[in-house]
């Protein structure tokens, strides 16, 4: 009979690592298993031939700010990264910043967070918000790219999985001028969204049809996995909101990031409290292996 292998990794967020080396004593005690560090005072894994109680694992960290992933060991390392990238790869929803220069950002940032959560249809809302920031300059898109910030461990994430042959694709709900220039910073191999319309001067209030939702990153993860001959248990996929809900499930490894509610409930795995570097560690990857571009 074979015996399946579970590694259970405990990630700190990297400003508060003071009380990781007491939590991870206390996963152990609770859980046993073998401990092997990632990354000194902020990773390690702890090998188990048994699925752990996550709820014990929880009751263990004792509300320190430390997140904790459960994989099966065998194919930890993925072959495919899908990524969302407004709140994931980078710190902030880019079309509410858009607003903010129409003087609408409260209004829309207010719907954006219902259908990421999950209250709103995703295609209405998306149309509904374009359509509020008809008549804005379209220099007003590089305004809002000179506030967009990468989220610490997204370049790393990135460069280290493409180091390691693994495929790279950012898919967003958002708009290809922002992760056209997310990607290419990042490095991923191809990015997909959707296009905000203009005529030259201004925006028109449209958005680009078949609008890229929660069906068609399901579609893009599924079909790049497939030209790659990858099993779903190859891939990773990461995002924080209801439209990446089926993406996460279907992944091998599927992480609801820094997520909103709904999603952080009904995901595989959650990280709440470390950077994008969680994900390495998810997969085994140790802290000297990690590459910084």
């Given at each position: 009979?074979t015996?399946?292998?579970?590694?259970?990794?405990l990630?700190?967020?990297?400003?508060?690592t003071?009380?990781?080396?007491?939590?991870?004593?206390?996963?152990?005690d609770a859980?046993?298993?073998?401990?092997?560090?990632?990354?000194p005072?902020?990773?390690?894994d702890?090998?188990?031939?048994?699925?752990?109680?996550?709820?014990?694992?929880?009751?263990?960290?004792?509300?320190?700010?430390?997140?904790?992933?459960a994989t099966?060991?065998?194919?930890?390392?993925?072959?495919?990264?899908?990524?969302d990238?407004d709140?994931?790869?980078?710190?902030?929803?880019?079309?509410?910043?858009l607003?903010?220069?129409?003087g609408?950002?409260?209004?829309?940032?207010s719907?954006?967070a219902?259908?990421?959560?999950?209250?709103?249809?995703?295609?209405?809302?998306?149309?509904?918000?374009?359509?509020?920031?008809?008549?804005?300059?379209?220099?007003?898109?590089?305004?809002?790219?000179?506030?967009?910030?990468?989220t610490?461990?997204?370049?790393?994430?990135?460069?280290?999985?493409?180091?390691h042959?693994?495929?790279?694709?950012?898919v967003?709900?958002?708009?290809?001028?922002?992760?056209?220039?997310?990607?290419?910073?990042?490095?991923?191999h191809?990015?997909?969204?959707?296009?905000?319309?203009?005529?030259g001067?201004?925006?028109?209030?449209?958005?680009?049809e078949?609008?890229?939702?929660?069906?068609?990153?399901?579609?893009?993860?599924n079909?790049?996995?497939?030209?790659?001959?990858l099993?779903?248990?190859?891939?990773?996929?990461?995002?924080?909101g209801?439209?990446?809900?089926?993406m996460?499930?279907a992944a091998?490894?599927?992480?609801?990031?820094?997520?909103?509610?709904?999603?952080?409930?009904a995901a595989?795995?959650?990280?709440?409290h470390a950077d994008?570097?969680?994900?390495?560690?998810a997969?085994?990857?140790?802290?000297?292996?990690?590459v910084?571009?």
């Amino acid at each position: 009979m074979t015996v399946v292998h579970y590694s259970l990794t405990l990630i700190a967020q990297r400003d508060a690592t003071t009380r990781f080396g007491a939590a991870l004593a206390r996963v152990r005690d609770a859980l046993g298993g073998e401990a092997d560090v990632l990354s000194p005072g902020e990773a390690a894994d702890i090998t188990l031939s048994f699925p752990p109680d996550m709820e014990v694992v929880r009751a263990a960290v004792d509300g320190a700010a430390i997140d904790a992933i459960a994989t099966v060991a065998k194919g930890r390392r993925k072959s495919l990264l899908v990524a969302d990238m407004d709140s994931t790869i980078v710190t902030g929803e880019t079309l509410d910043e858009l607003a903010d220069f129409a003087g609408l950002k409260d209004r829309i940032a207010s719907i954006t967070a219902r259908a990421m959560n999950g209250e709103l249809d995703f295609k209405a809302a998306l149309r509904e918000r374009v359509a509020m920031l008809r008549g804005l300059p379209v220099d007003a898109l590089e305004r809002a790219w000179q506030r967009v910030r990468l989220t610490e461990g997204a370049r790393e994430l990135v460069a280290t999985m493409r180091a390691h042959g693994a495929y790279t694709a950012l898919v967003s709900g958002g708009f290809t001028f922002f992760t056209s220039r997310v990607a290419a910073l990042c490095g991923f191999h191809m990015h997909r969204s959707n296009t905000l319309l203009d005529d030259g001067a201004t925006l028109t209030g449209l958005v680009g049809e078949p609008i890229l939702d929660r069906d068609t990153k399901l579609a893009t993860l599924n079909t790049l996995a497939a030209e790659r001959g990858l099993a779903r248990s190859a891939t990773l996929a990461v995002g924080d909101g209801a439209n990446d809900l089926d993406m996460l499930r279907a992944a091998g490894l599927g992480v609801a990031f820094h997520a909103k509610p709904i999603v952080a409930a009904a995901a595989q795995a959650r990280v709440d409290h470390a950077d994008l570097r969680a994900l390495l560690f998810a997969q085994g990857y140790r802290a000297e292996e990690i590459v910084t571009p």
